[in-house]
């Protein structure tokens, strides 16, 4: 089986060789790093952000766009979920630099293997080419991308960077793909053993794309947290599952209940202040493989969605 990071560039490639349709710029910087503009600078389009979810899933996940509840929604399959969210997917790299912020994901945090929670899951591996997806405002500086490679392992001319700020049609698409990586980020924060989950299904509607990057922070999160359902399959004890189960949905926290927005304003913008259980899908699922039974915990917030929504 290909690394996660040989299988996201290819998946680049592929990407780099639609450009024109997808809206996206590609780009080389003097260092030789190559950047992948799907919406900072570049337009992008829906499309766009369906596929950078796929690299940031490092290929081991299918994404589509489809219709639910007459209203655009982006689902995720994934048979392989420990390696596409957690190894990949998750956004754990907060890259910075000379007036620059960006939050990193994609495989080139398993080439680096830098955070905690590979201790956990395994899939470190080394890469020929590593593959990162900023969520930023800003193209990558020269400086940034070195201090990536050299983390990575890797010369400056093997990385790739795709890239999309957060009110951009891809960048709301890649975020709102996160809805199984946020069960099983929470599930780990929980002690639940991740090796444990053998599938997973995610599906989230997608909302308007904001004003702001400000704005589709509270759009995207309240995508998940008031309209995102996760199906888990998994093969563990049904008292685990009933002990953690009602844990897991985002209406476990204390912070539940109004728009992102406003919590996230109430924090003075501080998501660090923000009870970490509050990200989560607003409805899991679980089918024991173990023992057949399934599981259901949580609810939609279809008011709370409609009401978010209407203030882009």
Not at 99 to 115: C, L, N, T, V, Y
Not at 174 to 196: M, N, P
Not at 217 to 234: E, K, M, P, Q, S
Request: negative net charge; contains cysteine.
């Amino acid at each position: 089986m290909k690394t996660l990071n040989e299988r996201a560039f290819e998946l680049c490639n592929a990407m780099v060789a639609d450009a024109n349709a997808l809206g996206i710029a590609v780009s080389t910087l003097d260092c030789g790093t190559r950047v992948i503009d799907c919406g900072v600078k570049a337009p992008g389009s829906n499309e766009a952000g369906r596929r950078l979810a796929e690299i940031c899933l490092a290929g081991r996940a299918n994404v589509t766009l489809c219709e639910y509840n007459r209203e655009l929604a982006v689902t995720v399959h994934t048979n392989d979920p420990v390696a596409a969210c957690m190894a990949s997917q998750y956004a754990g790299w907060q890259i910075t630099g000379e007036k620059f912020f960006a939050m990193g994901s994609g495989p080139m945090r398993a080439a680096a293997g830098r955070e905690e929670i590979f201790s956990h899951i395994g899939h470190k591996e080394a890469a020929d080419h590593c593959v990162g997806v900023l969520e930023t405002s800003k193209m990558p500086p020269e400086a940034v991308c070195q201090d990536i490679a050299r983390k990575c392992s890797v010369s400056t001319d093997r990385l790739t960077l795709a890239i999309a700020r957060t009110s951009s049609a891809a960048g709301t698409v890649q975020i709102v793909a996160r809805s199984v990586e946020t069960a099983l980020h929470k599930l780990h924060t929980l002690g639940f053993d991740l090796l444990q989950i053998k599938s997973g299904l995610g599906n989230a509607p997608v909302p308007p794309v904001g004003r702001d990057d400000l704005s589709a922070i509270g759009l995207t999160n309240d995508a998940i947290l008031y309209g995102g359902g996760v199906r888990l399959v998994v093969d563990a004890a049904d008292e685990d599952i009933a002990e953690i189960g009602p844990k897991l949905p985002s209406n476990a926290s204390p912070d539940y209940g109004r728009p992102f927005a406003e919590i996230f304003a109430r924090y003075n913008h501080d998501f660090y202040r923000i009870d970490p259980m509050l990200f989560s899908p607003a409805v899991a699922s679980f089918h024991n493989l173990r023992t057949g039974r399934n599981s259901w915990f949580g609810a939609m917030a279809p008011e709370l969605l409609a009401e978010s929504f209407a203030k882009k």
